[in-house]
């Protein structure tokens, strides 16, 4: 045997535990990708948990020429994921144990990296990486990338407490003599986020952990679904108040079995994740729901402390405090603004006795360290205004002299449904002092503007302008440039997008603003005022289409497709919807 090939992976050392509930279009692609592992699964248990669709009918013809997939069929819906998966873990057979839900999949060789690092660490749990993937675009993104960028070994949880951050359990391999040893199961009966609470209880075990880079869980996320997944049904309150019993109850577990550092570590967690996540959407939600929400997370805020709050990043711990001193929703468009990345605080900047605080009626909530920050991790805020700038009409059109031209109908309709312009989109950008920390640097001077693709970050189309101060009200700096989405020469949004059978593609606006000091900070654009609707134009890299768009939090960001088979799909939708409804 080659000194440097490493040891084959033993036969038959895995079960891999598959939950569904009619989830028939699905569910035999998960159950086939686990099947394909190959000779290191020596069993798939697929529970379907008393579905009223043909899931149990598939799996069972399936079963019926798979020796290795082993169905057990619920008689009465448990209302959660833990109880099916409990069932698994009570009729499997192998020493170690996966998870995997029925409407993602397993990479090829996910079973045998895990199983590998097991061995050769002697670790009773690996983590591998999870890719999150949105379809049917397959946007993907890396879940909780900081952990997977390497191989790594703890003797115990506590040396490594942001792994906490990773409440996913479908993207480890867990020894099973270990978890009954230790009594850890998944919560019973219609619990959500029961992944939370079973992540603790392995964490509260202290096991010797291994982390690996390879992928071994895709991740797939529906937005457009029927019936959403748990983590992206977010439109009703109870979503979160479930949210919040999973986190006190994985605390409490943290807390009782003496991890104190790991229980801190998940408040802190919660800080910048969990809370993060709901603010930035909060100004959607209606007044009962917002009043609701606000009521259940002043709740929960009384049980962290001032260590909790100075651990976080600075923008949750502002939020915290300003949830935990107001006894009813305020300045959610303020605290959303914190809660995107890179954060931004919006006006007005309040102090009281010199000190910044986050308004004068809440003089107690300070807004700690403004003062003191360096300028690139200020949350300054840039508002940004687009607008259509058209160059004339026609399938060409004329350029200005360097090239830079996009495919963007104007607002007012002067186009026509569905007139082909030659356009630029002009933006207009405003900097807002922070509590005066811009003009003790000089003031801003020069800002470059890019366009970051969403899932990759690659730079698209990038400009650049001088800043003028504009003292009308508050002080702040001003600017304006053209955006030309197809210019050639270009490897821009006009470029790329649409490279998948004409899938739009999503990119930020983003900008790094200069000092007079030599002090540069880089962070969003927040979309400010109404913005131009989407627009088909016959570009120089061909049909082009774009979108501006309000993201969550209110940033401002383009959809960008190109080709034929957009531009048809986009006009049929425009002609049957009308023109005001957005694509």
Known sequence: M??????????????VIVIGYNDAAHIRTAVGSALAQGPAVREVIAVDDASTDATGALLDRMAAHEPRLRVRHRTVNSGGCGSPRNDGLRQATAPYVMF??????????????????????????VAGACLRRELPLRRDTRWQRALYLGE?????????PRLVRDTLCVNKLYDRAFLAAHGVTFPEGPFRYEDFVFTARVLAARPRIAVIPDTVYIWHVRRTAARPSISLDRNRVDGWRARLTAHRLAVDTLQLAGQRRLAHAARVKFLDHDL??????????????????????????????EEDLLAARAPARWSARVIAAADHPRDVERLAGLAVHPARLLPPYARVNGRPVWAIDLPAVLLDRVDGTPLHRLPVTVDGTLR???????????????????????????TGAL??????????LRVHELYGRLMAAGGPVTVDVELRHRDDGRLGLARNAVLTRDDTAAPSWTAEVLLGLDAPGTAGPAASAGGRGGAPEIWD??????????????????????LPRRGVAAGLNGLLLVHPFEAAGGSLALRVARGPRS???IAGRALRRGLAERW
């Open 419 to 428: 007139g082909l312009t030659r356009t630029r989109l002009r933006l207009v």
């Open 100 to 125: 995997l839900d029925s409407d993602d999949v397993l990479p090829p060789g996910a079973a045998d990296a895990l199983l590998a690092a097991a061995l050769r660490h002697a670790a009773p749990v």
């Open 388 to 414: 259509a700038h058209e160059r004339g009409t026609g399938s060409r059109g004329r350029g200005d002299g360097n090239g830079s031209g996009s495919g963007v109908r104007s607002g007012d309709g002067s």
């Open 567 to 569: 531009a048809l799909r």
């Open 509 to 530: 606006v983003r900008v790094r603003i200069h000092c007079a000091d030599g002090g540069s900070l880089y962070t969003g654009v927040r979309a400010a005022g109404p």
């Open 276 to 305: 993060r996540i709901y603010l930035r959407e909060l100004g959607r939600r209606d007044e009962d729901h917002r009043l609701a929400w606000w009521d259940l997370t002043r709740e929960h805020l009384e049980s962290f402390g």
């Open 152 to 160: 790594a070994v703890h003797d115990a949880p506590e040396l490594q």
């Open 2 to 15: 080659d000194p440097d090939m490493p040891p084959p992976v033993p036969a038959a050392q895995i079960s």
